[in-house]
């Protein structure tokens, strides 16, 4: 997507080959930096700190970090302990295992000089195919507006959490690509943008949409019941870390409050997704769900009336907890929206459009066990 | 409640008889400022700007300003302007109208050089009475407490949005009530805290309970949901800014996403409340819901790390939407627990627990509105 009128995507390999930029989203929504990276622990720490960040972009970026980690040592033993550094990041992100799977499954039979070409190659592939299946989710879901607003007077209201859009992806976002999509048909829409404490990601969903020019407007996670209640919502539209075969949907905590919301109040709840964060083999109640530090919820950065970048605490020394995710069962969602199109939030509805993926999925799984 | 180790009100006479103290929230939870005022102008700017808050201090705060205004013009032009200016302060809270009546009750009939003093004494039987209230609902709500207790081993955790303790009231609070008074039985309880975005009334309820050496934690807003699907909830208990006469509740914005957590995972949902907080004649639909501005959502304020005050911004200027409450319907609260006792939120519940109420009010407002 455009910024300051050139094209980005959140992440990529340089012309030289030999090292990765991703723009830096701990900088946003105040400062747009672009950081390069030349190593394996480079790339763990970006995940780790959050500086990439959204299911995807995780993914990508631990494929890119086994490269980086290939291409300074090729072995097996570099390969291992790569693949663990970037594991142990962040234990929710279903990409970051599927994306790992995925290199491991390139590069580990080769030679290992033939290691670092091949996972490099693979890693580009990884990052195109995300831009694909996110052109595709765009395509479903902009068809739920379209219909919506043919309903309708006035633009299609739809509210969503966290950022699920291009910053969370390689580029055009999954919750988010389909409001680009209609954007881009002249389809009025705005945005009811929630805050997502405590890192405050809807300030990054809010400089997407503004850089792009969509209607939004940004609300405390608090207020999207009210909302609800009082009709402006015409419909949720949120992305997912991890979604089960059931249709139970881990996505950024506060997610599952606005699904009990929209229930409530007869909103369509619409889980947006690429098929690679699906988890075919676990249940809602075994996902485990991050714990982050208290820092994040009793320290706030922004930025002073002087323009200086400071982080701040709210409330003097205090007892916190900050878990990173809820589930959001699947009896709450009006339809999960796939890169091959729309289905019902259960194992039925996930199994008729990948038929493929559950079995073979098994197998794999009981190769790596035994292997 | 103890300060320090002193004994304090929220709001109080001073010794001169015609000068007030209040503890000025907007300080808290950094700094502990005791401000005097002596002008209705003072009153409703406290108000307004939310250096006194919760239903009972406002309440009581407009008390004492009827006081002042009279004080320095005891004329009916005086009264009259007093009670509009105070009015306009805070359109949602009930328990403004309910005071600003009981004043208007005392002194229109007498002759004018009488008011001021008869005001003071009317303001100062108005927080002993707030005050008497709040112990009788602690005794209530405790019984809840222990029977919770008996129930499970360990704490008995409740989960509390937005500040109700005794910050809110004169003393003692109404959510935090029962809570205090468990702590002063020995009964184990844990409070979860939610920050309460955007204006983290959160951190008053943290300083409260810390101040008083009651165990509990903060969380975002976004966490409470989490929470009760793992079983760390064993119930939820908030206070009201205005219930209905069928029993809906009007809260702090984000009350009704607890109430729909609670419903959707079988947690008890309680809303605490002196009985001046029922407006008997309005449904839940016609209450106004006040917006606030931008900033609150947009700025946050809090300390550095050299200790200085600053207010930042979260995001570059953005587009907002700020409610104050929302309105969380009957149907997901399991009791009332008022200073008369327990009983089902509904106008059958409401109307046996307070016979007297349901009538007499109406024709006070006809009375109003003929006057």
Known sequence: MNVGGKQYRSIWLEA??????????????????????????????????MRVRGAPLIGATA????????????TDASLKSAVELLLATRPTARNLRWALDQMLA??????????????????????????AVCRAIGEHGF????????????????????NAGWLACVDLGTALAP???????????????????PRNQGALTAWELKAHGVPHTVIV??????????????????????????????????????????????VPFYVALPSSSIDWETDGRSIPIEER????????????????????????????ANYGFDVTPARLITALVTERGLCP????????????????????????TRG
């Not at 030999?18 to 970006?46: G, H």
């Not at 390139?106 to 995300?130: G, H, N, S, T, Y």
């Not at 999925?361 to 009981?366: A, H, L, S, Y």
């Open 16 to 49: 030289d080959g030999r090292s990765v930029s991703y723009i830096d989203q701990t900088e946003l929504p105040f400062a747009f930096v672009v950081r390069r990276m030349t190593r394996v622990d480079e790339a763990a720490e970006a995940i780790r700190a």
């Open 63 to 74: 494929a890119f970090g086994i490269c980086l980690a290939l291409a300074e040592d090729h």
């Open 106 to 131: 390139e590069v580990k039979d080769l030679r290992p000089p033939q290691r670092p070409a091949a996972a490099f190659a693979k890693a580009k592939a990884i990052c195109d195919q995300d831009v």
């Open 143 to 162: 068809r739920l507006l379209r219909e919506t607003s043919a309903t309708k007077r006035g633009p299609v209201n739809v509210l969503t959490h966290c």
């Open 179 to 197: 409001v680009y999509r209609a954007h881009a048909a002249g389809l009025p829409v705005h945005v009811w943008v929630d805050e997502t404490r």
């Open 221 to 266: 996670d608090n207020a999207g019941g009210l909302l609800m209640q009082q009709g402006k919502v015409d419909l949720c539209l949120v992305g997912t870390d991890r979604t089960t075969g059931q249709g139970d949907v881990c996505n950024k905590i506060g997610t599952y409050l606005k699904a009990l919301a929209a229930k409530d109040n007869g």
């Open 293 to 320: 530090g208290a820092d994040e919820v009793v320290c706030v950065s922004g930025r002073t009336g002087a323009g200086e970048r400071v982080t701040i605490s709210v409330m003097p020394e205090a007892s916190t």
């Open 345 to 368: 939030a259960s194992a039925k509805g996930l199994r008729a459009l990948f038929p493929e993926n559950a079995e073979p999925e098994r197998r794999r799984r009981q190769r790596r």
